[in-house]
């Protein structure tokens, strides 16, 4: 029940830790709320936003606890529907182009207003305050206004989460995301392509979000926003990898795009979860963006992923994860309503995390993960300071064929960075700041593959997790650092003879392949592609990064 005369800020009752203060409030004001008509909930507690989103939004609680709720026609990111504004403060920063599109700040505004003008329509608004970024120094605070209880709980988990202190002293933030997702963008507004539109603007320090209710577009629109501020503000070093630490301390940071292992094996029972998925590395050490994780669910078992099977409990949410009517039980094979089945918990939820979740020393290991379909890269190799600037700027990965009737060769992605829908500066700014790390405090870097071996896609088969746990583990304990190591052509990598736990013909694919003349054309084959997606690098980096790529033979 909300108390007499203070309907803006129904919840809970009587806390004033909670409470948006006058000067607060005329925040909503200017900005176009109507505050005699919307109620507005700040950062309402888990029971409530599982009630609201139960009775409100058709969602159900599973049988571990987890609340299971639904994005609707969009289940995935629309990276190409995501603009940026072009305003004087940052046009001269940003990396205009296919990644980041240009959107004037006129349009900017219809997109605002028509956002507010529907969340006015609602009967509940929620409010989200947070943090991104465990270091203080470095952190921002950012405000989520949005219409359902499962986007409230989604930051929830995503975000920092302040204390009652740190929340009555809030203040104004500095990044606002106001999403309304439900509601279409106009596609006949100038410069839409369709009914969705995610834009960010930096001058205004705002994001908008139109016509996709996927959770994951808040995430990696603060990513983003770190992804400018933390190199052309602070002049630290974002990056996307998870990391953890050993117990002496030592730090590793693990690289790589969906489905290539990054959250799972930087889930290690045996060392602290620093985090999985976004990371400054600042002057002072390495810190999480996030105060959770969003983990793929397709395909999980207890067996393999504990850890992350048993934080889906009471707080997390599972979004598009089809479940059994009747028990309740979440059906972690079942892609009928996507592929990209996730879930978002917070990171206490990990009983091996490091809270707060900063570590005082620079990283002793960089693994850049990759899973080649095509099978021909060694499960794991080291890496020069050159061949590390290349592989962080190619970002390669494949995707498995399958998906779409005819398909029957891998797909090649190249993302930048390890993360090119979410990288704001030039691909060369963040690699030229990550290799005076390397450089300055002497880190190894590798490469390991998880995906095929013995053959490609449909002849071979994808490395056992096992071996490239025992792999990691081998970085991790430094004997990998001090291997023998035998030369491997064409990609002019240095693979290990001997890793304890791991066959010794699986380390060189040419010894794993049983058909010599097919390794040797597809091994051709992926140099080509990763040749022909690094020109449009080359003018940009040394002429010692550019030669660090393969030769065809």
């Not at 599982?50 to 409100?56: F, G, M, R």
């Not at 629309?78 to 403060?89: G, H, M, Q, Y």
Request: proline share 6%; charged share 25%.
């Amino acid at each position: 029940m909300t108390s007499p005369g203070n309907h803006h800020d129904e919840l809970p009752t009587n806390n004033p830790h909670y409470s948006l203060l006058g000067s607060e409030l005329k925040l909503f004001s200017d900005a176009g709320f109507d505050m005699d008509k919307i109620h507005l909930k700040r950062n309402a507690p888990v029971a409530q936003l599982y009630e609201d989103a139960v009775q409100k939004e058709g969602a159900v609680i599973s049988s571990t606890g987890a609340l299971i709720n639904f994005s609707g026609k969009k289940t995935g990111r629309s990276p190409k529907d995501k603009r940026i504004v072009f305003e004087e403060t940052s046009k001269d920063d940003v990396w205009w182009g296919p990644v980041n599109i240009k959107m004037d700040e006129h349009t900017f505004e219809i997109n605002r207003e028509r956002a507010i003008d529907y969340l006015n329509t609602r009967d509940d608004i929620y409010v989200f305050d947070g943090f991104a970024g465990w270091d203080p120094k470095y952190r921002i605070k950012v405000r989520v206004i949005c219409a359902r209880a499962y986007h409230a709980l989604f930051m929830h988990n995503m975000l920092i989460r302040p204390t009652l202190e740190e929340l009555e002293n809030f203040g104004e933030p500095d990044f606002i995301i106001y999403n309304a997702g439900q509601f279409p963008a106009n596609r006949f507004t100038a410069g839409m392509t369709s009914t969705t539109s995610v834009e960010i603007n930096f001058k205004r320090r705002e994001m908008v979000i139109l016509g996709t209710e996927y959770a994951g577009e808040m995430k990696k629109g603060v990513f983003s926003v770190m992804h400018y501020l933390q190199p052309v503000k602070f002049g630290q070093l974002s990056l996307h990898s998870s990391a953890n630490e050993g117990p002496n301390g030592d730090v590793t940071l693990f690289f790589g795009l969906s489905g290539t292992g990054k959250t799972t094996l930087s889930a290690d029972p045996t060392r602290h979860l620093i985090g999985d998925d976004e990371h400054v590395w600042s002057d002072t050490g390495v810190f999480n963006i996030e105060g959770g994780c969003y983990a793929k669910c397709l395909g999980l078992t207890q067996a393999q992923e504990p850890e992350i099977y048993n934080a889906i409990r009471f707080g997390s949410i599972l979004e598009n994860v089809a479940y059994d009517k009747v028990t309740r039980e979440a059906d972690y094979s079942d892609s009928s309503v996507t592929e990209n089945t996730r879930c978002a918990y917070p990171i206490e939820a990990i009983p091996n995390a490091k809270i707060p979740c900063i570590a005082d020393k620079p990283p002793s290991n960089i693994i850049f993960l990759t899973c080649d379909a095509y099978g021909v890269l060694p499960p794991v190799s080291k890496l020069t300071t050159e061949q590390a600037q290349y592989h962080f700027i190619a970002g390669y990965t494949s995707k498995t064929p399958g998906t779409e009737t005819g398909v029957t060769e891998p797909s090649p992605t190249f993302s930048t960075c390890y993360g090119q829908p979410f990288i704001v500066l030039h691909p060369r700014r963040y690699a030229q700041m990550l290799a005076q790390r390397m450089e300055k405090h002497k880190v190894d870097v590798y490469l390991v593959n998880t995906g095929w071996t013995g053959g490609k896609f449909g002849v071979g088969k994808r490395c056992p997790l096992k071996y490239t746990r025992k792999i990691v583990d081998a970085i991790h304990d430094g004997t990998l650092s001090k291997a023998e190591y035998e030369h491997f052509d064409v990609f002019n990598l240095s693979v290990p003879k001997h890793i304890d736990g791991v066959p010794d013909e699986l380390l060189n694919p040419s010894n794993a392949w049983a058909d010599k003349a097919a390794f040797k054309q597809e091994v051709n084959k992926l140099a080509g592609m990763f040749n022909a997606n690094f020109e449009k690098f080359a003018a940009d980096v040394s002429a010692e990064v550019a030669a660090a790529g393969p030769k065809a033979a």
